[in-house]
Nanobody, 123 residues
């Protein structure tokens, strides 16, 4: 089971960090990813991190602003969001799968989804 937390309200230009804690099984061998879904839009890929944390992949709109990291000892993955924009407003979901981060970008091989956490950025 994956549970995202840490969302909330931030001002444009501000920062938030969301976390995703895993329980019930270890995900330390899986790639983990973040996705988001804004009202009236389809869920989109935000970024992913491989099992060791040595490789990351981001969608263009968040490159340079968002950073994904993981702590396998805590079975937790993080999404640090800086320089937030109003268009970052969405429900953020974490996911995991025994697949590559490139495949996670296309939602291939994603086996586990967490419940989302709302991030709202006010302009």
């Amino acid at each position: 089971q994956l549970q995202a937390s840490g969302g909330g309200l931030a001002q444009a230009g501000g920062s938030l960090r969301v976390s995703c804690a895993a329980s019930g099984r270890t995900f330390k061998s899986d790639s983990m990813g973040w996705y988001r879904q804004a009202p009236g839009k389809e869920r989109e890929f935000v970024g992913a991190i491989n099992w060791s944390g040595g490789s990351t992949l981001y969608t263009d709109s968040v490159k340079g602003r968002f950073t994904i990291s993981r702590d396998n000892a805590k079975n937790t993955v993080y999404l640090q969001m800086n320089s937030l924009k109003s268009e970052d407003t969405a429900v953020y979901y974490c996911a995991a799968g025994s697949t590559t981060i490139a495949s996670m970008a296309r939602r291939i091989g994603v086996a586990y989804w967490g419940k989302g956490t709302q991030v709202t950025v006010s302009s």
